[in-house]
């Protein structure tokens, strides 16, 4: 099987207690979601936590399906999900907003948020390389920022926004699996990582204190971080990702 990782914080749950000969006996590929996707799409990867518009495309596609009910989502501040250099939506009329490279969802979250949520349309998406103060970070990237930063930075938590505006979490990803996969490796695929993250969750101070050896974050800080992400997609997390299915298709 081919094997898809993301060298994220709120990934290392799923991956922290995954047995080194499990790994072995798979062909791993480590991305960002967005590199995830294209492998995907491009027949090169089996199964993965894919970012929520990419897997939504998989499996509407019908090349992949749902693996069970796991993912990353989150009801409220998540810390990671940041557009920095603004303090509201009306700093970005007008404005270039740099948006990060590693994932589809985010981008269309701030999308749906400054278009539906505060009809602002007077703005450009830039890449990661322009110049433009505002920018929207992801993940290990938006957590350090946050902490270099801290209140010296005018930011805005789109998590948060979202729960503020619709009063549901919102699922950020979720993971899929090669539809056409033998039903006996997709079974041992959702044993082996729900059973990983279960051992994680039970254990969250050591899944922090080795991704605080690995970035130089504050140990603290991240197992605040882990413990504020909801890793199990039950109804609410899922109406959260329905209401923004719906959203998504008025864009």
């Known amino acids: 099987m081919r094997f898809g990782t993301i060298p994220f914080v709120n990934m290392a749950p799923y991956y922290h207690f995954l047995s080194g000969r499990w790994l072995a006996d798979h062909e791993v590929s480590s991305g960002s979601p967005r590199q995830l996707g294209a492998l995907a799409k491009t027949g090169k990867l089996d199964a993965a936590p894919f970012s929520y518009v990419d897997g939504l495309q998989l499996v509407e596609g019908g090349e992949f399906e749902w693996l069970g ?26 404005k270039t907003v740099a948006v990060s490279p590693h994932t589809a969802t985010t981008v269309r979250l701030l999308e749906v948020w400054l278009r539906q949520r505060h009809q602002v349309t007077d703005y450009r998406l830039a890449p990661p390389d322009d110049p433009t103060p505002l920018r929207l970070l992801i993940g290990d990237e938006a957590l350090r920022r946050r902490l270099d930063r801290g209140g010296r930075e005018a930011q805005v938590d789109l998590s948060a926004e979202w729960a503020d505006w619709t009063g549901k979490p919102f699922v950020f990803a979720r993971w899929a699996v090669r539809r056409t996969l033998p039903d006996r490796d997709k079974l041992r695929l959702a044993i082996s990582v729900r059973s990983a993250l279960d051992l994680a969750l039970a254990d969250l101070e050591d899944v922090a204190r080795a991704q605080a050896e690995r970035t130089g974050l504050p140990e603290a800080e991240l197992l605040a971080y882990l413990r504020a992400i909801r890793f199990h997609l039950g109804p609410e997390e899922l109406a959260g990702a329905a209401a923004f299915e719906e959203k998504l298709a008025l864009l």
């Open 69 to 94: 009910s796991m993912g990353i989502a989150g009801f409220g501040p998540i810390r990671s999900i940041l557009l920095v250099g603004a303090a509201s939506a009306a700093d970005t009329t007008g």
